[in-house]
Structures are given as C-alpha cells and as structure tokens.
C-alpha cells in the first residue's frame, strides 16, 4: 500500500499534489493544520481494496470484511446497570420577585 504526506501552504493545494500523484482514485487518510501549511496524508483508492482483499485471504472469507465494530446497541436496550452514579440534585431555587419602581408621569 503506498502512503504518502503531502505539505502546502493550504488544504486544496496539498489536497492538488495527492490528486496529481495518485489520480482521480485519492483516499485522504487526514489532514491537519500545522504551523506553515496543512499536512494531508493520503492513498491510492484501489491500493485500498487490495489490502482489504488480502486481509479476507488470510481470515479465510470471501468476499467484504465485517465491520470491525461491534453493532450499535439501541437506547432501549440499554440497561440500568451502565449509568454512572451522580451527585443528587440541589432543591430547586426560590423565584425572587423584581421590585417594580412607581412610573414617572
């Protein structure tokens, strides 16, 4: 997989320098800010999906991989037991009345 860091002056011109190097196929892996430019680190796209396709050779699958994370669990399912203890709640506070000042005529 090639990988490579492109710096500029500005995200577009270093995003230009990825685009030249690498095609129309460019897969930014990041970008960020540094203190004379932007620093973005990018691949080729279909370096990518090989590197997923000897990924499936060598779990012995076919095909896509699985997600590497566990399925989002739904707020409905969630249980009582994940809630992080918390201080009570202070009595709520008593409304103070504004002073109204009598109206000049």
Known sequence: MNIQR???PTAREAMALARNVFGD???I???RQLDDGV???AAAED???ALEAGRAILQ???GTLS???PPRRSASSSTSTCRV???PRPPPRKKRRRKRWPRAI
Request: aromatic share 8%; glycine share 8%.
């Open 67 to 69: 997600a590497p994370y």
């Open 25 to 27: 196929g460019t897969l």
């Open 6 to 8: 492109f710096t500029a």
């Open 39 to 41: 620093e973005v680190v």
């Open 60 to 62: 012995g699958t076919q």
């Open 85 to 87: 203890p918390t201080r």
């Open 29 to 31: 892996l990041s970008n």
């Open 47 to 49: 370096s990518l999906s």
